[in-house]
């Protein structure tokens, strides 16, 4: 069984500041996805990262895999209070036929304006 | 085009009673998932179907637990003699099947299930 372990589970920070979230896991998954979920509605994919020590970006978020393709982290820049919600990060195991998804615990991340 | 979509939106039982969580996946996409989640927590996987077909069950945590798909479209998740442990979030979510994974999987709104 591979797991997946999200830190911290809870952020309260104030608007502008920067934030890290880790996901961490002893397994090698194929691809790591972040997802992002707003209270009553699904989780929605914000980015696939695929080969280790991959780097993405999207506006002031920055998404890393690791190098061995077992951790990964994303970063905030400049947070803003439109950034609050659970963020999930989730790895796909490419030893299933149809890459079966294994969800970290979440951060609940709440920016403060 | 319309996303997932997941009725009822909540669901409130008695302990002991049977529920049908039901899910309408995005026209086309073959491949269907069933989620748990605890209040503010990662999602727990179910049961995944490819078609009609349910090729990895393994997280069904007892066999009160049940699902079905039909048509390649619709599916229902049936809990026989509802437990309080039993209550969460339940998320579908259906995505179009490349083998190896790493498709996007789109989720629906959830049923929230409350057994009291």
């Known amino acids: 069984t591979q797991l997946l372990e999200q830190s911290p589970q809870f952020l309260s920070i104030q608007e502008g500041e920067n934030l890290t979230v880790y996901c961490n896991s002893s397994s090698v998954f194929s691809s790591l996805q972040w997802y992002r979920q707003e209270p009553g509605e699904g989780p929605v994919l914000l980015v696939t990262?695929?080969?280790?020590?991959e780097v993405k970006k999207l506006k002031r978020l920055t998404f890393q895999f690791g190098d061995a393709r077992k951790d990964s982290s994303l970063h905030i820049t400049a947070a803003q209070p439109g950034d609050t919600g659970l963020y999930l990060c989730a790895g796909v195991d490419g030893g299933t036929s149809y890459g079966k998804l294994t969800f970290g615990q979440g951060t609940i991340l709440t920016v403060h304006p | 085009g319309a996303g997932v979509s997941q009725s009822p939106s909540n669901k409130v039982t008695e302990k002991g009673k049977d529920v049908e969580l039901r899910c309408d996946p995005i026209?086309?996409?073959?491949?269907l998932y069933w989620y748990r989640q605890s209040l503010g927590q990662g999602l727990e996987f179910l049961i995944y179907?490819?078609?009609?077909?349910?090729?990895?069950k393994s997280g069904l945590p007892s066999d009160r637990f049940s699902a079905e798909r039909t048509g390649g479209s619709v599916s229902t998740l049936t809990i026989q003699r509802t437990q309080q442990e039993d209550s969460a979030v339940y998320l579908c979510?259906?995505?179009?099947?490349?083998?190896?994974?790493?498709?996007?999987?789109?989720f629906g709104p959830g049923t929230r299930l409350t057994v009291l």
């Open positions: 026209s086309g996409h073959t491949a």
């Open positions: 990262v695929v080969t280790g020590g």
């Open positions: 179907f490819q078609g009609n077909s349910a090729p990895d």
């Open positions: 979510a259906s995505s179009s099947f490349r083998r190896g994974g790493g498709n996007e999987q789109f």
